[in-house]
C-alpha cells in the first residue's frame, strides 16, 4: 500500500487525515468608542468600553477622575 499523503480518497489507497473539528461558538465582544465634551471645562474626553451604559453613568456620577469636574 503507497504512504498516506491526505490528498487522495480511500479507494486509491489513501486515507485523509484526522481533524478535529470544535463546535463550541465563536466569543464576540462588541466594543464602544466614544466622545464627550464637557462645556464647562471645555475638554474632550475620549474613551472604550464594552459597557456603554455603565461607563456613562460612571462618568455622570463622577466615578471618572478625568470627568469627575465637568460632571453635569
Not at 28 to 48: A, D, Q
Not at 52 to 67: A, M, P, V
Amino acid at each position: 500500500m503507497a504512504e498516506t499523503n491526505g490528498l487522495l480518497n480511500r479507494r486509491r489507497g489513501y486515507t485523509l487525515p484526522r481533524v478535529r473539528i470544535s463546535l463550541s461558538p465563536p466569543i464576540f465582544i462588541m466594543y464602544y468608542v466614544y466622545v464627550l465634551y464637557s462645556l464647562s471645562l471645555n475638554k474632550r474626553y475620549v474613551g472604550s468600553t464594552s459597557d456603554l451604559t455603565n461607563r456613562i453613568s460612571e462618568h455622570n456620577s463622577g466615578k471618572s477622575k478625568f470627568t469627575k469636574g465637568g460632571i453635569p
